[in-house]
């Protein structure tokens, strides 16, 4: 039985009610007040503290006796007024929780009018406060006006359509994604593909640049190619469930080799399960060892066909154009293998791929097709954003009727920019595009606020769900101050784990955690583990935001301990620092009894007198110790807070440089 469902047969009477503010579950605070269950329709609801509290019947029959009066003397009067013509009875859609002047906003009544009859009914709220349906339902009422209930599950409820079957299913052309290192000719071999276009040659030439095409070749398949302008794009897009890439091409300069790029590139593809093709670029150069490049790439567990293993290499050239058909083969043939199919007989569903705000043209999307058929004048809910397509283009500028899977084609019509990533469906009607676009803009603001006041602590979530038994893998990032030792933590991470949850590193790397790393860990609902490095401004505010953990340590068995219980889904350590502050160097002096002391301003938190620090060159950790000295001007405090500038100076430690950030925690002891 679900709860507040959209049924709109309900308009027998209702059993006694009484007007519950309640506040949202995470918006705009509201007075609290008893929920009580209504008994006839939403019978499905166990009222808890009605149960307990053994509700007083009389007052509550009491109350509504008198409610029901005052509505049907309303209703009379309404009746009447409809009569003359003069009322309108709309139907007002009511989600789970509305503020007042939507709600007279959807009633087309002025919003005093709406607090006024809150007041009656015992409700004090000012225009921006939340109340909830119930409440909503009995004003709606009031005004004479028919509701229509819609619950938050209900909303998404039938979006993606049903699954398809076997006879349905028509093969459609692969999509890639080119990768890899700055300057080894991404960019030049896209082009070059592109102009191994038979249709953009017919349609005399390309026109635009969008940020994913479509190549048909002279056999008529076809390959449909993503321009994502960086592997965080890619990653990123991942992590908000648009697995829109079937294979990576990894581009790799042949006068150049394996670079720091190439490697994030294989990272992502590989955390992704996508299969990568290899193009081993730029063969014209003098320079150029193909070779070597098959032979760096063993390192990274990239075995090409010539080195015995399954990965299809091809040998190009961006530049003069050598054995682009090759490549095109070898993605067909991986297409193949991969037996990519879709059914173009449904209502299209897609992801988008880019968007922007046109100044002539207003918002503009990039979309990928990925199952059905997308046709002009069709409703689309693309993330938050809805519209009806006003016009659809391809990516050679012809109009489109009609869009087939796999195919990118910009739409027009659209409210607002949505968020490269999001997915998007077609609906039936403007009233349901609505209601969910409505809906996830609601659940946003409300992830926002909660991302806000509560960082939710992803590892103890994690070790909920590895108790009920609901996770059975722990993915990490490893990222740590020098080579030697993300490498013994990946071999110690690696021991770990069980028959029944296993531990898999998905990147490990040297140096401060970025915002790719983020991504990363986010896409696979793993953890960062920081050994001796931190996260730079943009990466912890990333993890903020979408909630990734990233646990900081500087002894090696610590990490495994914490991941070890982890994976047994045992509690976390009793003992557990806590960060206090940075303060950043500004200036070093040289005092002869004392030696070296900082002058130093705080940029976050606070700084205590004895507490332990850790001294940050670049967001890597060189020394971790005490503090000797805390002053304010010439005083010794106790505790210096943001904003202030304060002078320091470490125990036995003497290497402080201007620029540096020091760190400071304090150890607290946490109850298991
Ligand atoms: P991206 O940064 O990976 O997109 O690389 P670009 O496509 O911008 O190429 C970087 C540079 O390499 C440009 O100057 C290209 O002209 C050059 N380049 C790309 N492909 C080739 C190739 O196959 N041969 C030669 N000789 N140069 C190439
Ligand atoms: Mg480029």
């Known amino acids: 039985l679900k709860p507040g469902g959209r049924d709109e047969e309900e308009d027998a009477p209702r059993g006694p009610r009484r007007p519950i503010v309640t506040a949202p579950k995470?918006?705009?605070?509201?007075?609290?007040?008893?929920k009580i269950g209504d008994g006839n329709r939403r019978a499905g609801r166990i009222d808890v503290q009605a149960a307990i509290a053994g509700e007083d019947e009389k007052t509550r029959s009491?109350?509504?006796v008198r409610r029901q009066r005052e509505r049907e003397r309303r209703q009379a009067e309404l009746e009447k007024l409809r009569s003359d013509g003069v009322k309108v009875v709309r139907e007002v859609v009511l989600p789970e929780t509305i503020t007042v002047q939507e709600l007279a906003n959807r009633m087309a009544a002025p919003g005093?009018?709406?607090?006024?009859?809150?007041?009656?009914?015992?409700?004090m709220v000012t225009i921006t406060q939340v109340i909830d349906a119930d409440t909503a339902e009995l004003v709606?009422?009031?005004?004479?006006?028919k509701v229509r209930r819609v619950s938050d599950s209900d909303v998404e409820l039938g979006l993606a359509g049903e699954a398809d079957s076997d006879e349905e299913l028509q093969a459609r052309p692969p999509v890639v994604t080119i990768m890899g290192h700055v300057d080894h000719g991404k960019t030049?071999?896209?082009?070059?593909?592109?102009?191994?276009?038979?249709?953009?040659?017919?349609?005399?030439?390309i026109t635009q640049h969008i940020g994913a095409y479509q190549v048909t070749l002279p056999s008529g398949q076809a390959i449909t190619f993503l321009d994502t302008p960086g592997h965080e794009a890619f990653t990123a897009m991942r992590a908000r469930g648009a697995a829109?890439?079937?294979?990576v091409v990894l581009v790799v300069a042949a006068d150049d080799g394996v670079m720091p790029q190439t490697i994030e590139a294989i990272k992502h593809a590989k955390a992704a399960n996508v299969p990568i093709i290899v193009a081993i670029n730029k063969i014209d150069r003098p320079g150029a060892d193909a070779n070597r490049v098959r032979n760096e790439l063993l390192q990274y567990e990239i075995v090409t066909e010539s080195m015995g293993g399954e990965t299809i290499d091809v040998e190009v050239s961006a530049l003069k154009k050598t054995n682009l058909d090759k490549l095109e083969e070898a993605i067909l043939l991986q297409a193949e293998v991969l037996e990519l199919r879709a059914n173009p007989e449904r209502s299209a569903e897609g992801a988008v791929i880019e968007s922007r705000l046109d100044k002539g043209r207003g918002p503009v999307a990039t979309v990928l097709v990925q199952k059905g058929t997308l046709r002009q004048g069709e409703i689309v809910v693309a993330g938050a954003q809805w519209g009806r397509i006003r016009a659809m283009i391809n990516d050679k500028g012809a109009q489109l009727k009609e869009?087939?899977?796999s195919l990118p084609v910009e739409i027009l019509g659209l409210s607002g920019a949505p968020t490269a990533g999001e997915p998007f469906v077609v609906v039936e009607n403007e009233q349901r595009a609505r209601e969910i676009t409505e809906y996830r803009a609601a659940k946003l603001r409300e992830r926002q606020v909660a991302a806000q006041t509560a960082l939710r602590g992803t590892m103890e979530e994690m070790l909920a769900r590895i108790q009920a038994g609901a996770q059975k893998e722990v993915a990490v990032v490893v990222k740590a101050d020098v080579q030697g030792s993300a490498e013994a933590i990946g071999v110690v991470l690696g021991k770990l784990g069980n028959e029944e949850v296993r531990v898999r590193v998905i990147y490990s790397g040297v140096g401060q955690i970025t915002e790719s790393d983020v991504q990363l860990a986010k896409a696979s609902d793993g953890l960062i583990i920081a050994f001796n490095v931190r996260a730079n401004v943009q990466a912890r505010e990333l993890s903020q935001r979408e909630a990734v953990d990233i646990r900081y340590y500087s002894i090696i068995y610590e990490v495994s301990d914490d991941i070890e219980k982890l994976v047994k889904g045992k509690l976390s350590p009793v003992h557990r620092e806590k960060f206090l502050g940075y303060a950043e160097i500004r200036q070093v002096f040289n005092i002869t009894k004392t030696g070296k002391v900082a002058g130093c301003y705080i940029t976050e938190g606070v700084v205590k007198r004895g507490c332990g620090v850790r001294l940050l060159r670049d967001n890597v950790v060189i020394h971790q110790g005490e503090l000797s000295q805390l002053k304010r001007f010439k005083d010794d405090v106790k505790e210096v807070a943001r904003g202030y500038e304060c002078g320091l100076s470490f125990a036995g430690y003497q290497d402080l440089r201007e620029g540096d950030v020091v760190e400071c925690y304090e150890t607290e002891i946490v109850a298991p």
């Open 188 to 205: 030049s071999l896209l082009d070059a593909l592109r102009h191994t276009d038979v249709a953009a040659r017919e349609a005399g030439g």
């Open 112 to 123: 005093r009018d709406v607090v006024r009859a809150l007041m009656k009914m015992g409700v």
């Open 244 to 247: 829109s890439t079937d294979i």
């Open 26 to 34: 995470r918006g705009t605070p509201v007075a609290p007040a008893k």
């Open 403 to 405: 869009a087939l899977p």
């Open 140 to 145: 709606v009422q009031e005004f004479g006006h």
């Open 62 to 64: 009491l109350a509504s």
